[in-house]
């Protein structure tokens, strides 16, 4: 069932906000381990399979979730910037590889430049000395949170990937995949 003036199905008006449902319950469900998340990955896995618009919503769900749990704070700028550009790397690296490797190799990147992309915004606020310090302080997290996102990465993305195709084509046959069926065959 299609909405008028939308290119939005019903489908997508369900599967949007059960994503980031998904997403808020596996953050909080690992808030207690510094800096290891499952965030990344699924919005990665999210990407490849669903697409990036319809990631990107997300991702604009998800961060905005995150003020009734945290409030509204400097951070949430880089929340609406940093999500998306996974996305975006992500649904890229879903047109041109079959390997779990290059985006464990991302999300590694990703959470070693973490904490480095919110001092450049913490920055604009409290200024450069206060963005140095803060970075300086958050390397051994950037260092778990990169390590962490790698192991994550590569031993999950395949396993929900192939979950998540499955589930897509069963229930929404309609929606076109990404990559042609021999590139998904490969990765499977």
């Known amino acids: 069932m299609k909405l008028r003036d ?12 059960l994503l980031s449902a998904t997403l808020t319950a596996g953050k909080m469900a690992l808030v207690l381990i510094p800096n290891v998340e499952i965030v990344t990955l699924l919005f990665m896995v999210y990407a490849s399979v669903f697409g990036f618009r319809k990631t990107f919503i997300v ?17 949430l700028l880089v929340y609406y910037f940093i999500w998306p550009l996974l996305i ?8 041109r590889t079959h ?14 430049t973490f904490g480095f992309v919110f001092a450049i915004f913490e920055s604009f606020f409290y200024g450069i000395s206060y963005g140095i310090v803060y970075w300086t302080r958050g390397i051994p997290f950037d260092l778990i949170h990169g390590g ?16 998540l195709t499955r589930l897509r084509d069963k229930y929404q046959p309609h929606m076109r995949p990404v990559r042609c069926e021999q590139s998904d065959r490969k990765l499977l």
């Open 6 to 17: 939308s290119n939005f199905t019903v489908w997508d008006i369900v599967l949007i906000p």
């Open 59 to 75: 991702a604009l769900i998800f961060s905005t979730t995150e003020i009734f749990f945290y409030g509204v704070q400097t951070w």
């Open 88 to 95: 975006g790397i992500s649904a890229l690296l879903h047109r």
């Open 99 to 112: 390997s779990e490797w290059p985006y464990a190799i991302t999300a590694l990147i990703f959470g070693l």
């Open 148 to 163: 962490s996102n790698f192991v994550v990465v590569l031993f999950l993305f395949k396993p929900l990937y192939s979950l």
